[in-house]
């Protein structure tokens, strides 16, 4: 599967690794990408984008990704505008960390972590890339049906790639009980898919980035930063978001590829 003259759709393309994914299926000549996000902030990120690669066709398209029938709506755009998607990174997400227990220290009293709070998270992180790539494969199916092709063939070509963002906190990481639940079962769901979907021609892998110089890690604070992660990372520094989008388009370009793929720049953590 080239990424060149194909039709990708990216979910969290607003900043950070989403927006660095965009950016690099663009440089590599993608027909067209799709830039999703719920903050308002994707319409002046794919402006940018649209001003340094003129060859490529850039929708945007602001909404949550949890939401049926916005994703519904923006399959049926991209499909009008720019053909059939076939590479679908639904990079999404979000953390809401909390440890899982904790008592406090007066009253003696414990806190347990708030179940909204974990279905917030498996809304966003793990149901919500399943169902993007759920409708991509729905679509090329469809297509085939209606088209009148048969079984996919060996000597075909590649009729569609998913992406799921895992991560290193999918092996387990205090204060993430729902953040790592949910990147963790992404395996599981990847590997069911591509099961299904070998057949026809499809694939699903997992890429598990390290700690990602973006919002999501800043949002921590550099103490934290420095303390906690930076000791822990072989690297010794934060991986850069384009370095995950170049590990993601190996991933989509090469078919041999059906697992998963740790970009975790060393990651070691401390045992607690
Ligand atoms: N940064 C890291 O160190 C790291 C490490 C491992 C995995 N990841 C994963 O990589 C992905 C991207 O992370 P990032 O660091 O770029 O995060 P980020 O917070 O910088 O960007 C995430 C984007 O997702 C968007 N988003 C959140 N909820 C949404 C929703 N319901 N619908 C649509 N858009 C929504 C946000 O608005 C934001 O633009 C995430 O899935 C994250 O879990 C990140």
Known sequence: MRV??????????????????????????????????????????????????????????????????????????????????????????????????????????????????????????????????????????????????????PEEDPQGVAVFFGSVSSLGNPGQLSYAASKAALEGAAATLRMECARNGMRCVVLHPGYTDTGMVRAVGEEIINEYILPATQLGRLIQPREIAEACCFLVENAAVTGSLWADAGWHPRPC
């Open 4 to 153: 060149a003259q194909q039709t990708a759709v990216v979910s969290g393309a607003a900043g950070g690794i989403g927006l660095a994914l965009c950016r690099e299926l663009m440089r590599r000549g993608a027909g067209a990408v799709g830039m999703v996000d719920v903050a308002p902030g994707v319409s002046e990120a794919a402006a940018e984008l649209r001003r340094e690669y003129e060859q490529c066709r850039v929708l945007d398209f602001q909404g949550d990704a949890g939401d049926p029938q916005f994703r519904s709506s923006v399959f049926d755009d991209m499909q009008r505008e720019a053909g059939l998607v076939r590479i679908c990174l639904p990079c999404a997400g979000i953390t809401r960390d909390k440890l899982a227990v904790k008592v406090d220290r007066e009253s003696g009293k414990s806190r347990i972590y708030p179940v909204e709070s974990f279905r917030e998270v498996l809304e966003v992180n793990l149901l919500a890339p399943v169902y993007w790539t759920l409708e991509m494969i729905a679509r090329i199916l469809e297509d085939r049906k209606a088209k009148g092709l048969g079984k996919w063939q």
